[in-house]
């Protein structure tokens, strides 16, 4: 039986919508190969996932050597040495004080978690989030997340939850003309948010600091300095969710590192493990006391193969200066496409951090109408002429340009080759 039938006869099937996906037999550094022989060039690395690149052999050994002594043991039962040494190289990658860290294997997982002690050490119980924002599909994380398509059929939500609007400075919802000001504006409705659509009882505040399924919102450099400092006056925490955004993706460490703050607790995923399921939140040393021994556990968290995978993969992106090359082809690609923007009717805008690129699709840039038909046919397009792209915004008329951080000059070169032929063709049908 082909792939697709069993998926359709056996599987529970959340395949993304409106899109023929390839059959994948294998992948390499920033490419991968379906089992049709044809290969492609990965520009959404898995979601974001495969930072280092498929298949990295530094990480490969480093699992296998682990996988040869220990597969598991109970990360929360035993001591499990790759998790306390992957604990300790996260205390020295993450910003400032975040010291401790609890291991899961997903990212709804670990920002579960993250709620859970935000909750234990203030002893509030009210979150804020984004308008648009991303943060899971457990019961909890769907009912932080502001992005309704991901949210429909979900509910039952949370109660104790305000939203806030996001730094979506291309639709500003308070019309302002730059990105400044409308971090600045969409900075301050924070104080309202938190007078008018709370009880004053917020635990913390959760964001992306660089938006993902949002549709790569970007805020200007000023905002979450901003953001802060209101959250200092009111006693709120910072939980920066840096599953998406996070190991190198923007062309730092870490995205939060580009505004300057230090969040309290920091949620991680994806990029952890070059696509090894593991999962973490880190937080300052006093927070993570609030959790006494037995509080929280997870079976599979901090499994030794992906704990060994994700120092193997952190030492890859440090020592092969695959954060730089992020920022490098980042600009390279975001340079071209802004030219390209210039001639183009439906590209409304180019934004991003490193290779963390979107570009947003309009039926004219006047109305901003979004062109969501137009955003499906240049990802069909784009992959008929060999390289894979993600589409996401609440209007799903975002192109988003993940690829893994080593695609090299001339791929990416190519990439945007293809995606300007892609648009130009797509632009005819709008
Ligand atoms: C910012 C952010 N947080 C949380 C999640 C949820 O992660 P997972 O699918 O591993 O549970 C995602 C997934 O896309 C995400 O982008």
New binding site residues.
């Given amino acids: 039986m082909k792939t697709k039938e069993l998926y359709d006869q056996y599987m529970i099937t959340g395949m993304v919508a409106g899109f023929e996906p390839i059959e994948v037999d294998s992948a390499s550094a920033a490419t991968m190969t379906g089992l049709d022989g044809k290969t492609y060039i990965d520009c959404y690395a898995g979601?974001s996932v495969t930072n280092a690149g498929h298949n990295h052999p530094k990480i490969i050994a480093a699992a296998k050597a682990q996988m040869e002594k220990l597969v598991h043991c109970c990360t929360y039962v035993y001591y499990s040495p790759r998790a306390g040494e992957l604990a300790k190289v996260l205390a020295d990658i993450t910003p400032g004080k975040l010291q401790k860290t609890f291991f899961g294997n997903?990212?709804?997982?670990a920002?579960e978690g993250a709620l859970r002690l935000a909750r234990q050490f203030t002893g509030k119980t009210e979150f804020i989030a984004n308008m648009q924002s991303?943060?899971?599909?457990s019961n909890m994380?769907l009912s932080i997340t502001g992005n309704r398509a991901r949210k429909k059929n979900g509910g039952p939500f949370a109660s104790g939850i305000a939203f806030t609007p996001a730094p979506y400075s291309y639709r500003c919802p308070f019309g302002s003309k730059t990105d400044e000001e409308c971090a600045a504006r969409t900075a301050e409705y924070l104080r309202d948010t938190i007078r008018y659509a709370t009880s004053g009882d917020v635990a913390a505040y959760i964001a992306?600091p660089l938006m993902?399924?949002g549709g790569i919102i970007s805020p200007h450099e000023s905002y979450y300095k901003l953001v802060k400092k209101i959250l200092e006056e009111e006693g709120i925490l910072f939980i920066a969710?840096e599953?998406?955004s996070g190991f190198g993706r923007t062309g730092k460490m870490f995205a939060i590192e580009h505004f300057g703050v230090e969040p309290e607790i920091m949620t991680m995923?994806?990029g952890i493990a070059d696509g090894f399921p593991l999962?973490a939140f880190t937080v300052r040393a006093d927070i993570a006391d609030a959790f006494k021994p037995g509080d929280h556990l997870s079976t599979f968290g901090g499994n030794p193969i992906s704990c060994a995978a994700a120092i193997a993969n952190i030492d890859v992106l440090q020592n092969e200066g695959l954060v730089k090359n992020s920022e490098v082809r980042g600009n390279q690609i975001m340079t071209r496409l802004k030219k390209f923007m210039e001639k183009s009717s439906i590209v409304g805008e180019v934004r991003g951090r490193g290779l963390m690129i979107g570009i947003e699709l309009v039926k004219d840039k006047k109305s901003k109408t979004p062109a969501v038909d137009a955003a499906k046919n240049v990802r069909k397009a784009c992959r008929e002429n060999g390289v894979l792209i993600g589409v996401g915004g609440s209007f799903a008329n975002v192109l988003r340009i993940q690829p893994p951080l080593c695609i090299t000059e001339t791929q990416a070169a190519e990439v945007c080759d293809k995606l300007e032929k892609a648009i130009t063709e797509a632009e005819k049908a709008v």
């Fill in positions: 979601i997903g990212g709804a997982e920002i991303f943060h899971g599909r994380t992306e993902g399924e969710d599953v998406q995923a994806k999962s």
